[in-house]
């Protein structure tokens, strides 16, 4: 935590995610359990993909930011 943002950091699925916010945001745990639920329906299942490569995946990029938009409203 800094005076004005705060670094939320999460490893569930085996993937990192880390999400930088405003202090007045609070905690984004529920935001990073929706990330790795969202790698683990649309990235890990896609047959095409290996765990070493860029996500290129357009449904898990537009939930995820259909998320930030959530968190954002």
Do not use: E, W
Request: aromatic residues 10%; proline residues 1%; positive net charge.
């Amino acid at each position: 935590h800094t005076h004005t943002h705060s670094l939320f950091c999460s490893l569930l699925s085996g993937m990192q995610f880390v999400a930088v916010c405003d202090v007045k945001q609070g905690s984004l745990q529920r935001f990073l359990k929706t990330c790795h639920r969202l790698y683990a329906d649309y990235v890990l299942k896609d047959p095409f993909y290996n765990v070493d490569m860029l996500i290129r995946c357009d449904k898990f990029s537009k939930n995820v930011q259909a998320a930030v938009d959530t968190l954002n409203s």
